[in-house]
């Protein structure tokens, strides 16, 4: 069972990113899928998140209009797609996968992403 996220990077403010969370061991389609951040100096923040019927049910005020989740069953992948870009964005990117029947928990190791002004 494994999470892996990839494409963050830096980026200038104004600019978009696409962060990928690819699972391999089971599918994503039965997990409640979130992404979380965590900025130097802060607490592990939830970004945004969607249950399994692919509804988006959280969502960071500071991200609204700017961020969404999205999943693609056939590469059993999801995606955060990240626009307008802000300086407060830079962090690593965690993805999460949580049943919400037998209590499996996944974590992906994360992925960094650089806003510079």
């Known amino acids: 069972v494994q999470l892996v996220e990839s494409g963050g990077g830096s980026v200038q403010a104004g600019g978009s990113l696409r962060l990928s969370c690819v699972a391999s061991g089971f599918a994503v389609s039965g997990y409640v899928m979130r992404w979380y951040r965590r900025a130097p100096g802060k607490e592990r923040e939830l970004v945004i998140g969607?249950?399994?019927?692919?509804?988006?049910?959280n969502i960071a005020d500071s991200v609204k209009g700017r961020f969404t989740i999205s999943r693609d069953k056939t590469k059993n992948t999801v995606y955060l797609q990240m626009d307008s870009l802000k300086p407060e964005d830079t962090a690593v990117y965690y993805c999460?996968?949580?049943?919400?029947?037998?209590?499996?928990?996944?974590w992906g190791q994360g992925t960094q992403v650089t806003v510079s002004s």
């Open positions: 969607f249950n399994t019927a692919g509804i988006t049910t």
């Open positions: 999460n996968a949580r049943q919400i029947i037998g209590g499996n928990d996944y």
